[in-house]
């Protein structure tokens, strides 16, 4: 991940696009699994926390490295569709 990371880093200060990761234990977010629809796990799921709440599934079946550069790559590239988020508002992060 730290590879995926420093590759889709921008040199420009406060220019393109940015990305940033995390995860999410779907246990104690459910309302995030429900939010975004998904069945499968492990997952990726590609916010877009703008005005708009926008989010894309990962479609692979399998997370690698090389999966996810071709889809933050598709991403940079305006070629994934982004579903909006009901209600337009993201579920709250739980500490456990």
């Not at 730290?2 to 921008?10: D, E, K, L, W």
């Not at 499968?40 to 399998?62: C, E, M, R, W, Y």
């Amino acid at each position: 991940m730290s590879v995926i990371r420093t590759q889709f880093t921008s040199n420009l200060d406060d220019r393109g696009l940015q990305f940033m990761f995390m995860w999410l234990d779907v246990t104690l977010h459910s309302e995030w699994v429900d939010t975004v629809n998904i069945s499968t796990f492990p997952q990726v799921i590609v916010l877009n926390t703008g005005k708009t709440k926008k989010f894309a599934v990962h479609q692979s079946d399998v997370v690698t490295e090389s999966s996810l550069a071709s889809l933050l790559n598709s991403i940079i590239g305006g070629g994934v569709k982004f579903s909006k988020i009901k209600g337009n508002v993201l579920p709250l992060l739980k500490v456990k």
